[in-house]
């Protein structure tokens, strides 16, 4: 007979199969094609939720569990740059430290956005775009992909021609060959074409003007008192109006699967036990976050990423000396406002 587990071990379940430390982050540095060209071999990947876009079979997934988006990380000493390429589905990028360069374009010719930490950007579908650490230090980045499956990336020309150089094929199936380790072409597979200049002329263009409407800065961030959870601060950043919260559209209110709210929790402040109808996930950006949970309670620090399951009780305290700052995911183009639990 299995014994079934106490309140302290669903607890650790709970926390081992939904909480992701920064600490505790797997990073890749074999994820894409461009792994070895100069200038990018030292970033590291992160797939925190749901598989991500990365070609190489060690990037370690924490949580597998299917959200119906994903959510990654990236982090680039200074001057190491992401390659041009395009995906398939929402691509959206929260700056948690250092000062980033978002490049536009198949070849970095149709601009730049510069962000800080805090500021977060959404760059549609079917246009070019690479990013660079342009700070003093080591930088992150959250990201967020649509759907459970965000396909594969595609890849500007040039970085075909750079990755063969260095020995790397990338194959239609999305994985890699090292040819430096002696690596071959399995039986049955094929390369990926290399994407040809009709394929750009096909994909869409922005300059970095036209991007204005795509970046919520920082500072711009006004998150006001919840009108349905007391002792909470919120700013809608990407998704439909709210009449049921009092909410307002965010600045990238298009479709994207998902919404993404800043939170605020004032030191000493807390909110009523409430639950949500979709999956939740808390990506902290300042501060010392608490959580009580039906089994015990946790506390989340800088870094961190939690996801809470869909109906499961949740409140959030804020015990420590800052205001707490997060990004809140929630799946859905239009999530339901929070349920009290009396």
Known sequence: MVQ???????????????????????????AFIDTRTPGS????????????????????????????????GARQP???????????????????????????????????????????????????????????DTG?????LGGDDPGHVTWAPYVFDNAREYGLILLEDGSLVDTTVGEEIPDGKRPMPPTTEEDVARLDRLTAGQMAGCVVQHGALGAEPSETLPGLGEAPIIGAASEAEGLTAGQMAWPHGF????????????????IRH?????????????????????????????????????????????????YFVRGGDQPQAPTLIN
């Open 78 to 136: 200074p001057e190491c740059i992401n390659s041009q390429h395009s995906h398939e589905t929402a691509e959206v990028f929260v700056v948690h430290s250092g000062t980033w360069a978002f490049l536009l374009g198949p070849n970095k010719e149709d601009g730049e956005v510069v962000l800080g930490p805090g500021d977060t950007i959404s760059i549609p579908i079917h246009v070019f775009r690479g990013f660079k650490n342009v700070g003093n």
């Open 4 to 30: 079934a587990m106490d309140p302290a071990q669903r607890h650790a379940a709970l926390l081992s199969e939904r909480l992701v430390r920064y600490a505790d982050l797997r990073p890749c540095t074999t």
């Open 140 to 144: 992150f980045l959250f990201a967020v």
């Open 41 to 72: 071999a030292e970033k590291e990947n992160f797939t925190i939720i749901g598989p991500g876009v990365a070609e190489s079979p060690d990037q370690h997934v924490h949580i597998e569990i299917p959200h119906g988006f994903n959510i990654g």
């Open 278 to 326: 979709e999956e939740e996930v808390i990506m902290l950006h300042k501060g010392a976050l608490g959580l009580t949970l039906p089994d015990g309670d946790v506390e989340m620090t800088p870094g961190d990423v939690m996801t809470v399951p869909i109906d499961m009780p949740r409140s959030f305290w804020n015990r420590g000396n800052e205001m707490v700052e997060a």
């Open 259 to 274: 919404n993404v709210r800043y939170v605020t929790v004032a030191p000493g402040a807390s909110t009523p036990t409430h």
